[in-house]
């Protein structure tokens, strides 16, 4: 996955997932308009990832494998 200059995006390989640099160290994901999550970089260097909700899916060395993660992540459904 390349580096993201800020306001950059890149799609993944993953279907049509679109990630965007917003601002230094925090990238958001969408899928055909819709947010899939985000990646935040914290200062101690570790990229967290976080679905569409803001429920934490983990903390990661490379900024990838964030990205894989929340690319990757399906939202649970309950029925009603």
Excluded: C, K
Aim: proline letters at 5%.
């Amino acid at each position: 996955m390349p580096v993201l200059a800020e306001n950059d995006a890149v799609a993944s390989d993953v279907g049509r997932v679109t990630w965007a640099q917003v601002e230094a160290g925090f990238h958001v994901g969408s899928r055909a308009g819709d947010f899939l999550g985000y990646v935040d970089h914290e200062p101690g260097g570790a990229y967290r990832a976080y679905d569409m909700s803001s429920r934490p899916l983990g903390a990661f060395t490379r900024l990838s494998d964030a990205i894989d993660a929340v690319n990757s992540h399906r939202e649970e459904v309950t029925p009603s």
